[in-house]
């Protein structure tokens, strides 16, 4: 492995899992198109990742706290997938900054490193990695 491979690994963690990943969004996207709601996505999404043998977990829970004491209140991640990335599905027009810090946001309280930000709202998919 020469230097660019390690720096890339660094820049890009769990890149073979996040290629499958979006494989599996862009599969989605062929068959379904745009225009239908974020939870129709996510109900085909849960039918390619069992098709495809990839471990993953629907709506998983992540607990907040603040100052060592645990809120009544959590979050729920759309899905972690291979039990190291999260995935955020929309289907809208367009992403805005708000999506963004919420993916941070839910990085940053699962202490997990990459999440990918899909969006099935336009003619082609678009995604992005948030690494934290």
């Known amino acids: 492995m020469d230097l660019l491979e390690k720096y890339d690994k660094k820049k890009y963690p769990y890149q073979s899992e ?3 990943v979006i494989g599996a969004c862009m599969e989605v996207h062929k068959v379904l198109g745009k225009g239908l709601l974020e939870v129709v996505y996510k109900d085909a999404l849960e039918v390619e990742f069992n098709k495809q043998n990839m471990a993953f977990e629907r709506e998983k829970k992540f607990e907040v706290q603040y100052k060592n004491i645990l809120l009544k209140h959590s979050f ?3 899905f972690v997938v291979f039990d190291k990335i999260i995935l955020e599905v929309k289907a809208q027009s367009g992403l805005v900054e708000e999506h963004y810090k919420q993916t941070l946001n839910y990085l940053a309280i699962s202490k997990m490193k990459l999440a990918l930000l899909i969006n ?3 003619d082609s998919l678009h995604f992005n990695r948030i690494i934290l």
Do not use: I, R
Request: hydrophobic share 35%.
């Open 18 to 20: 996040s290629f499958k």
């Open 76 to 78: 729920y991640a759309d």
């Open 120 to 122: 099935f709202g336009n």
